[in-house]
């Protein structure tokens, strides 16, 4: 089935630990996106992928790592969690343009004790 | 800075006209989007706008004047499934996606 699926679903996560969230296209898409979501606010933007290879920072970059190893991957690390990044969570991809339409994941939802 | 203005919560009757507005104040325009988020659910597309004017798409519109950043989406013959959150996102001069905190849509019968 074509689409994007992220993984975990949810998650409760103690401050202090490590956490990576997962994220797989298979659309052939270029682009990916991590965004989180929190009440009262825009989706907000953490890092992107233009292409294989190569990241970039968001506006909320501080706190998570990205890599973009092959075209279909593009996970998300917090390197030691803290409560702040309770979120939601959500994954993107698009093809190559502005005008291209993104595409989202199911979400993660993550609570940090 | 960066700013996208949209109301925060509107009512509507089941088989209503409903107007969504968003007013945007962005380093540069590439384009400006609207999506559709159910609760609990991620965005899915609902429109795209690069150039002034009206673009229709069955029972949903979407309008944009780029002279006043001004954009609406428009839902006619409102159905119970429309309740959802409505958000609005420009692409700014560095191509990212700037999203307003969006509108949460309430049907009544």
């Known amino acids: 089935i074509a689409g994007i699926t992220q993984a975990p679903t949810s998650q409760i996560l103690a401050a202090g630990r490590r956490m990576t969230l997962r994220c797989t296209q298979d659309?052939?898409?270029?682009?990916m996106y991590w965004y989180r979501q929190d009440l009262g606010l825009g989706l907000r933007l953490i890092h992107y992928?233009?292409?294989?290879?190569?990241?970039g920072k968001g506006e909320v970059p501080d706190g998570y790592s990205v890599s973009r190893a092959n075209t279909d991957d593009f996970p998300l690390t917090l390197a030691s969690a803290v409560p702040s990044q309770t979120s939601v969570y959500f994954c993107?991809?698009?093809?190559?343009?502005?005008?291209?339409?993104?595409?989202f994941g199911p979400g993660t939802r993550l609570t940090v004790l | 800075g960066q700013n996208i203005d949209q109301p925060t919560e509107m009512t509507a009757t089941e088989g209503a006209i409903v107007q969504i507005n968003c007013t945007y104040q962005?380093?540069?325009?590439?384009?400006l989007f609207w999506y559709q988020q159910h609760a609990g659910e991620a965005p899915t597309f609902l429109s795209y706008n690069v150039l002034d004017g009206l673009e229709e798409k069955g029972r949903f519109s979407s309008f944009l004047s780029r002279s006043k950043g001004y954009s609406y989406l428009l839902l006619k013959e409102l159905q119970m499934k429309d309740s959802a959150s409505y958000l609005c996102a420009v692409v700014d001069s560095n191509y990212q996606l700037i999203w307003g905190a969006g509108t949460k849509l309430i049907i009544k019968p």
């Open positions: 992928s233009n292409t294989a290879g190569t990241t």
């Open positions: 659309m052939r898409h270029n682009a």
């Open positions: 962005t380093s540069g325009f590439n384009g």
């Open positions: 993107a991809s698009s093809d190559s343009g502005s005008s291209n339409e993104q595409f």
